[in-house]
């Protein structure tokens, strides 16, 4: 299992504020948080990986095409629970690169949204069951 990711960005105040308001709805709750780092978990106990949020110490263009970071997942437990976060994805006024839909790519049932946080990591919000 992995322990916790760690993302660098450049305005933490402002990832601070968009990540309040997202992680409930993908069943994350606040870990820590201070001037230097942000940290959510996921919610009631649940085993899982942390998620880190520091400022960057150099300023630099993120792109999910390069080498590094490509995305992350989160997990959530209805196909209803991705359309919700992905309806809190676009009042946030974030940049949607996959509506809803089945993804028979993968395999099944593989239900997901996928869009870019304000510092253009690539985020989802997936089911695997086929359950509203």
Known sequence: MIGHIGLNVDDLAA???????LIP???????????DQVAYRPAGGKPGTY???????EPSEYS???????????????????????HL????????LHEPQEWPEYPPP???????DPHGFMLEAVCHH???
Do not use: C, I, M
Request: net charge negative; charged share 25%.
């Open 15 to 21: 990832a601070k504020s968009y990540y309040d308001r």
């Open 25 to 35: 709805a993908v069943d994350f709750e606040t870990f820590l948080e201070g001037d």
């Open 51 to 57: 998620l880190f949020l520091y400022p960057s110490w």
């Open 64 to 86: 999910r095409l390069n080498t590094g970071l490509q995305h992350l997942a989160f997990v959530v437990p209805s196909r209803t629970r991705v359309q919700e976060v992905h």
């Open 89 to 96: 994805a676009v009042e946030l006024g974030s940049n949607v």
């Open 110 to 116: 593989y239900y997901a949204t996928f869009w870019e």
């Open 130 to 132: 086929d359950r509203d």
